[in-house]
Nanobody
Framework: QVQLVESGGGLVQAGGSLKLSCAAS????????VGWFRQAPGKERELIAG????????YYHESVKGRFIISRDTAENMVYLQMNNLEPEDTAVYYC????????????WGQGAQVTVSS
C-alpha cells in the first residue's frame, strides 16, 4: 500500500502562483507513476500532469503547459506541482495520484486540496 497526503492549496489572485506538495509513504517500491488531477465544479476529474517515479519524462495537459511544473524528490518521497500564472479557470480540487503495482491506471489517491483563483 502507498499513502498520499497533500498540502499547499489555498486562495490566490489571477496571475499568482501556488505550490502543491504530496507526501508519499508506504511500499514505495511498488510506486510506478505519480500525477496530479483536478476536478472543477460540475466537471469530470482530469489528469493535468504526470511523471514516472524513476525517470524525468513528463506529461502535461494542454491547458497547463508552460504554466505548471510537476516534480518529485525520490529521496524525500515527495511530489510537487508548481502552478504559475494561475487563471480563474484553474479553480478546482487538486488530487495527487499514483499508479501502484499496476502501470497504466491511477489507483491510489490523496485527499484533495482546494485551489481557488480569484479574478
Amino acid at each position: 500500500q502507498v499513502q498520499l497526503v497533500e498540502s499547499g492549496g489555498g486562495l490566490v489572485q489571477a496571475g499568482g502562483s501556488l505550490k502543491l506538495s504530496c507526501a508519499a509513504s508506504g511500499h514505495m517500491e511498488s510506486l510506478h507513476v505519480v500525477g496530479w488531477f483536478r476536478q472543477a465544479p460540475g466537471k469530470e476529474r482530469e489528469l493535468i500532469a504526470g511523471i514516472p517515479w524513476t525517470s524525468d519524462i513528463t506529461y502535461y495537459h494542454e491547458s497547463v503547459k508552460g504554466r505548471f511544473i510537476i516534480s518529485r524528490d525520490t529521496a524525500e518521497n515527495m511530489v510537487y506541482l508548481q502552478m504559475n500564472n494561475l487563471e480563474p479557470e484553474d479553480t478546482a480540487v487538486y488530487y495527487c495520484a499514483a499508479q501502484v503495482h499496476t502501470v497504466g491506471r491511477y489507483n491510489t489517491w490523496g485527499q484533495g486540496a482546494q485551489v481557488t483563483v480569484s479574478s
